[in-house]
């Protein structure tokens, strides 16, 4: 697969994206090709994925261990996607049996993220936990 993103202006792509797909255009002569075009979605920030490695999970964290769990970080990021923010996939085997699979939060854009994080502070609440908003002082050791 080949990807290329750029804007278009007055009906127009970026020289260096016409010049790309013609070469792509040379490559797959005499072969059958599927060209889908999408709109460019901002994938989820660094500074979002920090603030959910430094603040979201270690909150979560700290809210399983006081029910007695020793689930680490890693345990809780795999709840959440799978049990909260619904990252699910369904998949059928070649014997046509059906598996569930937890996608990666890593490909979300940003405003998916959003979306995600505020399904996990909804979540949260029920428990009376406090996810923090980025920005917002918040004190892990309370």
């Known amino acids: ?4 993103d750029g804007e278009i202006k007055k009906g127009k792509l970026p020289e260096y994206v016409s010049n790309g797909i013609k070469r792509l255009f040379e490559m797959y002569e005499g072969r059958r090709i599927k060209i889908i075009i999408s709109e460019y979605k901002n994938p989820r920030s ?3 994925n920090r603030f959910y490695w430094g603040y979201v999970i270690p909150v979560i964290t700290e809210m399983f261990r006081q029910c007695g769990n020793s689930a680490g970080a890693d345990e809780v990021h795999e709840y959440l996607k799978r049990h909260v923010g ?3 996939d369904v998949i059928e085997t070649p014997d046509g049996q059906k598996k569930f699979i ?3 939060s890593a490909k979300l854009t940003t405003e998916e993220w959003e979306n995600y994080i505020n399904e996990i502070r909804a979540w949260a609440a029920q428990f009376g936990v406090a996810v923090p908003f980025p920005g917002e002082d918040y004190d892990l050791r309370s």
């Not at 697969?1 to 290329?4: D, F, G, S």
């Open 86 to 88: 619904k990252l699910v």
């Open 102 to 104: 937890t996608k990666s």
């Open 1 to 4: 697969m080949h990807v290329y």
């Open 46 to 48: 660094s500074k979002q």
